[in-house]
C-alpha cells in the first residue's frame, strides 16, 4: 500500500487531479430492427466500407431494417465531428461503426458509439480484438468505462472479399444483440 | 561524507519507489518532481505556468507549461534546459501527426530533435561524436522529457493509449546539437525560417533510422547514390511517396560541398532518383491504386511499366539534411519519417534574466 500522505510534495505530472464523471451512455434498445433505419460510419480503415457495407445488407434481407445513410469519418485518429454525428443520428435508429483497426482510430470508434448514445442512438462499435484495451481506455476517458464494444479478430485489413463477408456474417447476432432487444435465429449464409 | 542523512537516503529512495508505482516514468528512475526543483524551471520562462501549450481533446488531456516543467524535473534536466524543452514542445505542436492519433501510431514513432546555435556550447548539447547518444545530460534529458510528457501529461501509456507495434529504437532519446563548426552548408534551423546564429530547435517524429556506411568513395554521384538505395527500400514506403531525412557526418557533407554541391543540390539529386520501378513495388504487394493507395490486388509484375518517385516533393519537409558527428569516418543517418517535416524550426526564448 502506498502512503500518498508521506508523497504529498511530490507535484503529479499527469495534470488529472480526478477521474473523469461518469455518465450514462445508454440508448434505448431497439425491440426489433423491422422497418429500423440503419446509419453506418466508416472509419476508412482497410475494409472498414465493405465490411460495414455487408453487415447493412444482411441485417436488411434478415430482420427487414434499411440502411438510411452511409457516411466516412474525415479523419480517422479523431471521433466523428459534430454535423456528421447529428447528421447520421437523424435519419438513423441504429448506427454501426467500423472498424477500429489501429493505435488511434480503435479508440475513436469508440467514442463515436458513446456519441451516438447520448445522441440517444443504439450504437454497435467493430474493433479488431488487437486493440481491445485501447479501446476500453478510451470508453473510460469518455465517461462510459462499461460501455460495449464488439470485437472481431485481428486482422481485418488484409482479408479478401469472401473473407470479410463472413466477418460480416459472424458479427451479425452480436450487432443485432447490441443494438436491439431481437434474437438472432441462426449465423445468416453467407454469399460465398 | 556528502552531507547526506540516511533518512535523506531512505526518503529518496521510497520517493523513487512511489513515482514508479504511480505509473509515471518511462521504466527509468526519475528525479522526483518536488515544487522547488520545479519552480527552478518555471524561472527560466516569462510564459505562465497555466498557459496551455499542448493538447488532445479526444483524449480530454492537456499540456501546461507547468506540467511540462514538472516532467522535465522528473526527466533530469537542469533548470536552464527548459526553455529548449519548451521551444522543443512547440516546433512539435506544428507537425501534423503530433496532433492527431500520431503518439498512438502502431508505428510507434518518436520525435528526432535537432539543436542549433551558440545554445548547444552553453548548456553541453553534444553534437559530434556518438551524437545519437547517450553520455551527454542535455541530449539526454531533453529528449526524456518531451516523452514523459506524452507520457503523463497526454496520457500516451503504453499498452493503453500508446498502441506500437514494436515502437523505434532510440525513443525518446534522439536529441542532437548539429555539428555546425564543421558542417559546410547552412544549419538545419534556416530550412526552418529561423537566421543562423540562432538558438533554435527543429524536430519532426521518425519511424527508425538506418546507417549509409561509405568510407569506399570520393566521388560524390557515387556517394549519394548510396544514399538513394538506402533510402528507396520498399519497407519504409506504405503510401503514395514517403519521406526521409539525412543526419550527414562531416565527412560525406565536406565530400559534397566540396564538389561543389549545396544543400539544395544535393536534395535535388536524390528527390530526382530516389524511388522504385513499379515493378519492385508490385513484387512486395504495394501496387499504387488510382486512388493513391497501395495493396496487392493481385496485379502482374511483368505488365507493370515506369518509375515511381520516393519523395512527393522536393522540399526540407520531405527530405530534411543535416549535419552531425564526427569527422572521424565516413558514417551517415537515413532518418525516415512519421510524416513529414513540418518545415518550421522554433526559437529558443531568452530567460528572463537575459541568459
Known sequence: MLDEGRFDHILDPTGLSRRPAQRSSAARRLP??????????????????????ELGRLLARDYGATVAIQRTKHTIAFPVDEPSLKEIAAVSDVVIVGVGDCGSCSASAVADGIAFEREGVPAAVICSDAFEVTARAMADVHGAADFEF?????????LNPDQVNARAAELVPAVLARVSEAVADKVPETAS | MTGHTATDTTLSQSEIEYIYEKGWTDGLPVVPPTRER??????????????????????KREVTVELAAIN?????????????????????MLERATVGGGWQSTSGPAP?????????????????????????????????????????????????????????????????GENEEESPWEPLSVDGGVPAGADAVSTTLLRTSEYVDNRHTADPEKLLADFADTISRTGSWIFRNAAAGIVFCPEHAQL???????????????????????????????????????????????AAEGFEPLFAEDSPKHLPIMVAGARNAGISMVVRLFGIWSGISARVDPTPDGL
Not at chain 2, 72 to 92: H, I
Not at chain 2, 269 to 297: I, S
Open chain 1, 32 to 53: 426489433a430492427l423491422t422497418h429500423a433505419r440503419v446509419g453506418l460510419l466508416n472509419n476508412t480503415k482497410q475494409n472498414a466500407g465493405p465490411l460495414l457495407a
Open chain 1, 150 to 158: 464488439l470485437t472481431t479478430p485481428h486482422p481485418v485489413a488484409v
Open chain 2, 38 to 59: 520545479t519552480d527552478e524551471l518555471l524561472a527560466t520562462t516569462n510564459r505562465p505556468a497555466d498557459e496551455i501549450i499542448g493538447r488532445l481533446d479526444h483524449l
Open chain 2, 72 to 92: 522535465s524535473v522528473m526527466a533530469g534536466c537542469r533548470p536552464e534546459y527548459f526553455p529548449v524543452v519548451l521551444a522543443c514542445w512547440d516546433a512539435l
Open chain 2, 112 to 176: 528526432l530533435i535537432v539543436v542549433n546555435g551558440p545554445i548547444r556550447e552553453r548548456l553541453g548539447f553534444n553534437s559530434t561524436g556518438g551524437v545519437f547518444g547517450p553520455g551527454f545530460r542535455a541530449n539526454a534529458t531533453v529528449a526524456r522529457a518531451i516523452g514523459l510528457i506524452v507520457r503523463n501529461a497526454l496520457g500516451i501509456v503504453p499498452h493503453v493509449f500508446e498502441q506500437a507495434t514494436q515502437g523505434i529504437p532510440g525513443r525518446w532519446a534522439m536529441c542532437i
Open chain 2, 256 to 302: 559534397l560541398a566540396g564538389a561543389g554541391m549545396t544543400k539544395d543540390d544535393v536534395r535535388s539529386w536524390l528527390v530526382t532518383r530516389c524511388g522504385r520501378p513499379t515493378a519492385d513495388l508490385v513484387r512486395v504487394g504495394k501496387a499504387l491504386t488510382d486512388k493513391g493507395a497501395r495493396g496487392d490486388h493481385g496485379e502482374d509484375e511483368r
